[in-house]
């Protein structure tokens, strides 16, 4: 009977063991990016490639789509960006949009998130995006179409929303890197602040007061045409310019070009890039 006892007992901690794997692969345990799906982060100017690169991410031309046009200044009708997406033979892209945070946060309105495989959010002024979503339905909406291994990409203020904190995101200046009330992102990229356009408008070292007044921030400095595709903790660059990590407030920044890959859990560059 012994026998017999400790093979029952082997079984069962197999079986534990197999569970344990199978829970920690369904869930894993990320610092930084998102446990599961994908974000594809852009600093602004022209896409280029970079739309073929979402296309990808998102399972190509036949995934559903939904577009969030809402940092722009106006809406009127459809957005440039569902005739972009169509045009390199997306079919099924449906537009969101609205500015009531209680529409934002009704079932109807959000029906498109549940059934999307990707979400594009439109560059223009965070802080209406945070006025419009933060906390709401459709904020949940996103966060679950990552758990599902969805993709989140956006650009320059589509971009920033991103980041756990909302930098530019005064409604009298985008020249405010930190405005009490428009501090709080989406956070789909924990510990962050995400900033764009840094070559063409001179944004260096504009993260820098950000990450004196709250240290334990990663900073992300993007050029324009420039992204940065996160799985998990790990960020690849790509398109035409730098990504530059601030891991500290006063270390210099980790420049990285396409192709090279930083380690968001441990705030460096991976391997292959050093």
Not at 134 to 147: H, P
Not at 177 to 200: K, N, W, Y
Request: charged share 25%.
């Amino acid at each position: 009977m012994s026998g017999r006892r400790a093979l029952l007992r082997g079984l069962c901690l197999a079986a534990l063991a197999a569970a344990t794997s199978a829970a920690a692969e369904n869930h894993p345990v990320t610092r930084s990016g998102p446990p599961r799906g994908t974000l594809l982060i852009v600093g602004g100017g022209a896409m280029g490639g970079l739309w073929d690169i979402f296309l990808r991410l998102s399972g190509g031309k036949d995934s559903e789509f939904v577009v969030i046009p809402t940092a722009a200044e106006t809406v009127e009708g459809e957005d440039a960006v569902l005739g972009l997406l169509r045009a390199r033979g997306a079919v099924r892209v449906t537009q969101l949009h609205t500015r009531d945070r209680a529409t934002a946060d009704s079932e109807a309105f959000c029906a498109p998130l549940r059934s999307a495989r990707a979400v594009w959010i439109t560059g223009g002024r965070q802080w209406r995006l945070s006025d419009a979503y933060l906390g709401t339905r459709v904020q949940r909406e996103l966060e679950a179409l990552l758990a599902r291994g969805g993709v989140i990409g956006g650009s320059s203020a589509g971009a920033t929303i991103q980041g756990s904190y909302l930098v530019r995101g005064s409604p009298r200046d985008n020249r405010i890197m930190m405005s009490p009330g428009h501090e709080e992102g989406f956070g789909f990229l924990r510990g962050s602040a995400i900033d764009q356009h840094v070559d063409t408008r001179g944004r260096d070292e504009d993260l820098r007061p950000v990450l004196r007044a709250h240290p334990a921030l990663l900073g992300v400095g993007l050029d324009e045409a420039t992204a940065i595709i996160v799985r998990g903790d790990e960020a690849e660059v790509a398109g035409r310019g730098r990504a530059r990590f601030f891991a500290a407030p006063e270390a210099a920044a980790h420049v990285l070009r396409a192709g090279e890959r930083f380690d968001l859990g441990a705030r460096r560059p991976s391997a292959a890039s050093r």
